[in-house]
């Protein structure tokens, strides 16, 4: 059965709310973090025999806003490559698309299938390098 999955408007407008908010809430911990950079600072200093700590405390809540999106939109991914290898179509059925998309079905969705679970092991390992990156520049 291949056709055309119809795009959703519903789906569309989550969407754009999601990129929307997303986006301003970025905006918004940018604009937190250079308005309170300095009294960070201060604090992580305050305390001479604390200052490493309070430092490694920061790196790491830095690391978890970093890689918690991350690690969030690798299970999105291996999760999907799931529903489609084992659906063996893509879009799988009952996934709701933005735009008219081609139904892949058959060796070519199990195909892209493999792709979305091989960018979620990418996306994981990635994680798992800046994390030990981070780590090691915390621990020094």
Known sequence: MTGVRKADPAARRWAVVVVVVGSFVGALLILAFERYRVSLGDWVLAEPGEAAARAGWVVLALAAALLAPMLSFAAYLWWLGRRV??????????????????VLTGEKAISRGRVLKMLAVGCIAACVVLGLLLWRFASS
């Open 85 to 102: 290898v084992d659906a063996q179509e893509f879009p799988p059925a009952g996934l709701r698309v933005i735009r008219d998309t081609v």
